[in-house]
């Protein structure tokens, strides 16, 4: 789906990765990243009492575009 750093394909895979994290990495095809950032942020989430979770999701979504193939 995605050629590189700044296509189409990562812009959506970080719009995908923002709203649930890991998303983004799956549309991309990279499932253990997905699962690394679905149970990441759940649990900063879970230890942080609903304050950082937050992060999680920017991290995802960072991380989803910034990916190179």
């Not at 719009?15 to 900063?44: E, K, W, Y």
């Amino acid at each position: 789906m995605s050629t590189g750093q700044g296509s189409a394909g990562n812009v959506i895979a970080a719009i995908c990765s923002f709203f649930i994290p890991g998303l983004g990495q799956l549309v991309q095809g990279r499932v253990l990243s997905a699962l690394f950032f679905l149970i990441m942020t759940g649990l900063i989430w879970f230890f942080s009492f609903g304050m950082l979770g937050w992060i999680g999701h920017i991290w995802a979504a960072v991380n989803a575009a910034l990916w190179k193939k």
